[in-house]
């Protein structure tokens, strides 16, 4: 899928892929499975591969780390990072539910 679009469509996700993320979003803090859990459940469908190889690095990471990730204490490495943290953030603070493509567009 390289070269796909910038925006954001939804696709019909690999079931494995779904379960090594719903994996990988199980955390030894409730909050960050929370957050975690509610960003895949609406957003995975949507990603693009490059969204997806960011959120596979941030869930790579410590839940310390993660936590200050989330909570704006830290910054991703890069712009897709960036990103998915900013629609989590906004997300975990808000009812509305911006699409990864509107966010995109706010950057």
Do not use: Y
Not at 33 to 38: R, W
Not at 80 to 88: P, Q
């Amino acid at each position: 899928m390289t070269g796909r679009s910038h925006e954001a469509q939804d696709h019909r996700v690999d079931p494995r892929l779904s379960d090594r993320m719903r994996w990988r979003c199980r955390r030894g803090m409730l909050e960050l499975d929370l957050v975690l859990n509610a960003f895949r459940e609406r957003h995975l469908a949507q990603l693009d591969d490059a969204r997806i190889e960011a959120f596979t690095a941030i869930l790579a990471r410590t839940d310390p780390e993660l936590l200050d990730l989330i909570m704006g204490r830290s910054e991703g490495l890069d712009a897709h990072e960036r990103e998915l943290l900013h629609l989590m953030r906004s997300e975990s603070c808000n009812d509305t539910h911006p699409s990864p493509r509107a966010v995109a567009k706010e950057s």
